[in-house]
């Protein structure tokens, strides 16, 4: 197969904060993809940056006393160590905020007017009275006009996944200063997507159909086109920080403009230091990013992001690179998002955990394996479940394939001065070709970015190892003088089949494969065609490696630290099994902390005394929860959750109601709560879950787990009836 020469990125981390495990799930698909297609023998190059323009980091500069340059620069270095040390191998990691990103949006940006496809017209836009300034859209949040979900921001809502402007928003307010904004016209400029129309769609169409973007998307991005492709609004007003439009003061790029235009920029810095360290063998800005050169050589460009950045990468992107005669990319390979233990990552839990936190707690390589285990070519959401995330690496990392060599090793040492035999005798040779030939698909699943069936499959052979070392028993063998080379024979077949998944799991878990398996061994772990023979006659190295099993104290350690406070407010009554299934995180108004998204003031945090339940708030805040009545129609388990109830709900006028519950553990059979009344609160945004949208939240009683009662009402309460 002839090599083929790539260029890989995946979405940049904003520099305004620390990398989190949302962040990771992304990296860690694209280093295991990019590692598997390296070893695969294909040409990769991996580049990254962080996006580091925008009002975000501007405000945040400000707060601090320092410049944005300053926040930046102390962001990526901590970026880069973060991602480092979790195996993420880019082969060049840049900011958006450079020189050659600036020559190059100024590039793009002057084709783009040459070739007619910019205009400019006035614009009415929401300006904080307070601050002084126009507020971009992420800035504003309000009710949707679509779906009035509330809390929504201003250029999309999170709930329906409609697109709007910000002025369309229903009583909006401005995130910075918590002010009512007020309109204000301003001078914009534009990118006339319309004129890129047929070509998105022919692009869209053939990159569906040569397995470059998946089928969701395409069909996903239909409904712009039914509504016709508006013009995109490409600049921003001072005080901004960015790159200022050429011949336009005051005006500035919008961050979304030169930030994938980052992913080039990152890619030409990585070229200049590759041809000054090796200018024998060049390596050519051209050959990837001009269109015509590109097309010439073959190369590829192949970008990972997460299905909320679809409309940017899919749309936007290509438009302004085929309006500056640059290359399209050949992929867009999308994924879901990540929940921890079913639900949204939320600070008060301790599942909003960041990368450096996780890092001080447990081994990178077992994150990388349990997601591996979840990764499919889809854009399913993925669960961070931490008591599978324990169970699953204990027993397959360990149980599986250290305890191969774990149980073998030693013999080679003690009766074969640590060398293999020099040969296998045709049923050991046979067994060996097998598997061998069993896990030559793996490579096929990782270019398909099918993780969860590579990792399947591996300890499908895995368990054959295992199975045939139990069936040899060589710690009986080793009793047995007359049977020593039947143990040299089943230990060197044993470490063989070591040695051939740990080239499979190489591009999962980089660091360990490459410390157990090479360590005893004696290889290196980079080509899969390294797994066509077995290693044979060669002298390996006392088995000392210790890979331990996960401690769960660990895990509650790192949650812990996690924790925006050792002691976070009750919930009252709403239990946390009722809110994870809601996708919610429930606390008292009074003692949340406010987030750069809700500028609303909280309390001091001061709680009254030890015996509290709950912290005093006002009639106010109480009357905009709606409690209803519900008489539960049907209620059964969710295939695939081991947490969750499905409940339809009579809610009266209010129509029928589906909710997701995480009360399984108190519940063991469903159909008797047919019939019951609960409580529920009717006017929680709906939230998306992979098993379908669940519109409300059930409340119940206790503690959790098994120790939770559903409150129940007196035999008048209809259906929909107000709680008051």
């Known amino acids: 197969m002839k090599s083929r020469e790539i260029l890989v990125t995946n979405a940049l981390p904003y520099a305004n904060g620390p990398i989190h495990l949302g962040h990771m799930l992304e990296n860690i698909q694209t280093d295991i993809w990019v590692r598997a297609m390296r070893m695969a023998g294909h040409e990769v190059h991996y580049v990254c940056a962080d996006d580091a323009h925008g009002t975000s980091i501007m405000l945040r500069a400000e707060k601090e006393g320092i410049t944005p340059q300053a926040l930046i620069a102390g962001v990526l270095e901590q970026h880069r160590r973060d991602l480092s040390e979790f195996g993420v191998a880019h082969d060049w990691y840049s900011t958006t905020d450079s020189e050659s990103n600036r020559a190059l949006t100024y590039r793009i940006w002057k084709a783009l007017v040459a070739g007619g496809h910019t205009e400019s017209k006035p614009v009415k836009q929401l300006y904080d009275p307070v601050k002084d300034m126009f507020l971009p859209d992420r800035f504003i949040k309000g009710e949707c006009p679509n779906c009035h979900s509330k809390d929504q921001y201003g250029d999309s809502c999170e709930v329906c996944g409609k697109t709007y402007n910000p002025t369309d928003l229903i009583e909006p307010y401005s995130v910075v200063s918590g002010?009512?904004?007020?309109?204000?016209?301003?001078?914009?400029?534009?990118?006339?997507?319309?004129?890129?129309?047929?070509?998105?769609?022919?692009?869209?169409?053939?990159?569906?159909?040569?397995?470059?973007?998946?089928?969701?998307?395409?069909?996903?991005?239909?409904?712009?086109?039914?509504?016709?492709?508006?013009?995109?609004?490409?600049?921003?007003?001072?005080?901004?920080?960015?790159?200022?439009?050429?011949?336009?003061?005051?005006k500035f790029f919008y961050v979304w403009v030169d930030a994938p235009i980052g992913y080039l920029s990152s890619f030409r810095d990585y070229c200049a230091a590759w041809n000054a360290r090796r200018p024998d063998t060049p390596l050519r800005f051209e050959d990837f990013v001009e269109r015509d050169d590109a097309e010439r050589m073959g190369t590829e460009m192949v970008h990972f992001i997460g299905k909320d950045i679809i409309y940017f990468?899919?749309?936007?992107?290509?438009?302004?690179?085929?309006?500056?005669?640059?290359?399209?990319?050949t992929a867009v390979h999308v994924h879901g998002f990540?929940?921890?233990?079913?639900?949204?990552?939320?600070?008060?839990?301790?599942?909003?955990?960041?990368?450096?936190?996780?890092?001080?707690?447990?081994?990178?390589?077992?994150?990388?394996?349990?997601?591996?285990?979840?990764?499919?070519?889809?854009?399913?959401?993925?669960?961070?479940?931490?008591?599978?995330?324990?169970?699953?690496?204990?027993?397959?990392v360990v149980g599986k394939w250290v305890n191969i060599a774990s149980r073998t090793a030693g013999f080679v040492h003690?009766?074969?001065?640590?060398?293999l035999a020099d040969a296998l005798p045709p049923e050991e040779a046979r067994r060996y070709a097998s598997a061998a030939e069993r896990l030559s698909a793996c490579a096929a699943m990782f270019e398909a970015r099918d993780y969860a069936a590579a990792t399947r499959l591996i300890v499908e052979v895995a368990d054959e190892a295992n199975g045939y070392v139990a069936e040899k028993a060589p710690w009986l063998l080793a009793k047995d003088e007359s049977r020593r080379a039947e143990?040299?024979?089943?230990?060197?077949?044993?470490?063989?089949?070591?040695?051939?998944?740990?080239?499979?799991?190489?591009?999962?878990?980089?660091?360990?494969?490459?410390r157990v398996a090479g360590g005893l061994l004696g290889t290196t772990l980079?080509?899969?065609?390294?797994?066509?023979?077995?290693?044979?006659?060669?002298?390996?190295?006392?088995?000392?490696?210790?890979i331990d099993r996960i401690d769960p104290k660990k895990i509650e350690a790192m949650i812990e630290a996690s924790k925006?406070?050792?002691?976070?407010?009750?919930?009252?009554?709403?239990?946390?099994?009722?809110?994870?299934?809601?996708?919610?995180?429930?606390?008292?108004?009074?003692?949340?902390?406010?987030?750069?998204?809700?500028?609303?003031?909280?309390?001091?945090?001061?709680?009254?005394?030890?015996?509290?339940?709950?912290?005093?708030?006002?009639?106010?805040?109480?009357?905009?929860?709606?409690?209803?009545?519900?008489?539960?129609?049907?209620?059964?388990?969710?295939?695939?959750?081991?947490?969750?109830?499905?409940?339809?709900?009579?809610?009266?006028?209010?129509?029928?109601?589906?909710?997701?519950s995480g009360i399984r553990a108190a519940y063991d059979d469903p159909?008797?709560?047919?019939?019951?009344?609960?409580?529920?609160?009717?006017?929680?945004?709906?939230?998306?879950?992979?098993?379908?949208?669940s519109e409300g939240m059930i409340l119940s009683a206790g503690s959790g787990g098994a120790d939770l009662h559903l409150l129940d009402a007196d035999p008048g309460a209809t259906p929909g009836m107000p709680v008051k």
């Open 313 to 329: 990468h899919t749309l936007f992107w290509p438009a302004m690179l085929h309006g500056a005669r640059l290359r399209t990319p």
């Open 564 to 660: 925006e406070s050792l002691k976070p407010a009750e919930a009252g009554p709403v239990v946390a099994g009722a809110a994870a299934a809601a996708g919610s995180t429930v606390t008292s108004a009074a003692t949340s902390k406010s987030s750069p998204s809700d500028p609303r003031p909280a309390g001091d945090g001061t709680k009254a005394g030890a015996d509290s339940a709950a912290s005093i708030i006002s009639i106010d805040d109480f009357a905009k929860l709606d409690l209803r009545i519900g008489k539960v129609l049907a209620c059964e388990f969710v295939d695939g959750s081991d947490k969750l109830l499905r409940f339809e709900l009579d809610a009266g006028e209010l129509g029928t109601r589906q909710i997701f």
């Open 179 to 250: 002010a009512k904004p007020v309109e204000k016209e301003s001078t914009h400029f534009f990118v006339k997507l319309a004129d890129f129309d047929a070509m998105l769609q022919a692009w869209l169409k053939e990159r569906e159909r040569e397995g470059g973007l998946q089928s969701e998307v395409v069909n996903k991005l239909q409904e712009w086109f039914a509504d016709g492709l508006r013009s995109w609004d490409v600049s921003r007003d001072a005080p901004y920080f960015g790159f200022e439009i050429p011949d336009q003061p005051g």
């Open 671 to 693: 159909p008797k709560l047919v019939g019951r009344n609960v409580v529920f609160i009717a006017n929680l945004a709906p939230r998306k879950m992979r098993f379908g949208v």
């Open 487 to 514: 143990l040299h024979v089943v230990c060197t077949l044993a470490l063989n089949y070591f040695r051939l998944l740990a080239i499979y799991l190489a591009p999962i878990i980089p660091t360990m494969a490459g």
């Open 414 to 419: 003690k009766f074969f001065g640590g060398k």
């Open 526 to 546: 980079c080509d899969f065609r390294d797994a066509d023979a077995p290693l044979l006659g060669r002298e390996i190295q006392p088995f000392t490696t210790r």
């Open 338 to 396: 990540m929940t921890v233990d079913g639900a949204k990552m939320s600070k008060s839990r301790g599942t909003f955990i960041n990368a450096r936190t996780y890092l001080d707690h447990l081994d990178p390589d077992y994150l990388r394996y349990y997601l591996a285990t979840l990764l499919g070519p889809t854009l399913a959401d993925l669960d961070l479940d931490l008591k599978a995330f324990e169970d699953r690496v204990n027993s397959h």
